[in-house]
């Protein structure tokens, strides 16, 4: 029962985000266009992988970025140097990951789409 409840909290938390959160919607649309691109260039099961993984790592940072975010709002809802220092790194790592994500898609895709259009 305790594994079902955690279970349930886990997908109200994943719901949560992508219904209230603006970069949750945004990533959610980006990962349907990639997952929907790669099944019309029939990627391989190498790449498949690589482009699930770079999705979730993007999603789930934004996930704890959010989550950080919301936790300092609590803590100090007013602007102080070391909460920003805070903020701003979480999102660092976001950038940082979508970046590296944006560049494997482009290496996984750009080829296929250029084969594509010759």
Not at 8 to 17: D, H, I, L, N, S
Not at 57 to 75: F, G, P, T, W
């Amino acid at each position: 029962m305790k594994l079902l409840k955690a279970f349930m909290y886990a997908f109200r938390g994943v719901y949560t985000f992508f219904s209230r959160d603006p970069n949750g919607k945004l990533e959610l649309c980006f990962a349907i266009i990639a997952i929907a691109t790669g099944f019309v260039l029939h990627i391989s099961n190498t790449e498949w992988i690589a482009v699930l993984l770079c999705t979730a790592m993007v999603i789930s940072l934004e996930m704890i970025n959010a989550s950080i975010e919301k936790l300092c709002d609590m803590v100090e809802p007013n602007i102080h140097p070391a909460i920003k220092i805070i903020k701003d790194i979480a999102a660092g790592a976001v950038l940082v990951s979508a970046v590296v994500s944006l560049i494997i898609g482009l290496i996984i895709f750009l080829p296929k789409i250029f084969e594509q259009l010759n």
